[in-house]
């Protein structure tokens, strides 16, 4: 059987600035051949409908299911695997996560005129992925896309907070710091998590006191935190302004963890 020659392998193509990737195109072409329903029963077929040969075809399959992109069959045939469908939900959850903390996010500004955040862990680190303030502002080094060590901070000790044992484990260890008060800093964590929310009282920032409280996706994962901050002579400065905030705070983060798929909150376990 003859194929004709593909021009992804052309040496004009290769020469070229950004040239594609043949393989990864080859891959796609095949990903979308099983989407759209086609069988890798007959490696034949399948060479002919996305124009490779079939050595690259068996290639290309043995590396997706490798992978865990394809799933091979009982009764022949593969379908898209199921750690590759985790990876896109994530990814869509992501964008979700960002539309829908905007809407939340305000809702927490109206109700407590403090700035509010949205963060996620970016391995020992928080990132700051999105930012609400009041008219009046808030004097803060902390801006969209601010990177800080999440022990330091109570967006970052949320999400700690609930990370598998294992996984806390490896990322005190990664960051002297952390590690050099990994005591301290896991009493202060499982208080964090029994209390459903962490408080910082002039602590990461002069003058500003902060609380977080975690956000989980629909497979239970704590996968951002909602945190506010405000000056220490207004906010969270008595026991009324701390209930208040807690609320408020709690609740947004549990309508942000339906809105994202969670079923319960906290989840159990």
Known sequence: MSFSADPLDSDESAGKPGALV???VRAFRLLRYV??????????????????????????IATL???GVLEALPQGGHRIGLPFLKLATAATA??????????VLADVRRQLNVSAYLAALDGGHVV???RDMPEAGL????????????????????????????????LLEADP?????AGKLRAQLAADRERGCAWSFSGFEQGINSCAAPVFGALGEAAAAISVAGPETAFGADADSRARTEQVILQAARDLSS????????PAG
């Open 139 to 170: 004097i803060s080094s902390v801006r969209v896309g601010s990177r800080v060590a999440a022990h330091l901070t109570t967006p970052g000790r949320m999400l700690l907070a609930w990370q598998p044992p294992a996984t806390l484990d490896a």
């Open 94 to 103: 992501a964008n979700d996560m960002l539309d829908l903390g905007r809407r």
């Open 177 to 181: 710091a952390a590690s050099a008060q």
């Open 259 to 266: 809105l994202l798929g969670s079923r319960g909150y906290p």
């Open 35 to 60: 989407v759209d329903g086609g069988s890798t029963s007959n490696l034949s077929e399948v060479g002919r409908s996305i124009d490779v040969n079939r050595v690259t075809v068996m290639r290309l």
């Open 128 to 130: 700051y992925l999105l």
């Open 65 to 67: 299911e490798h992978e």
């Open 22 to 24: 043949s393989p990864v």
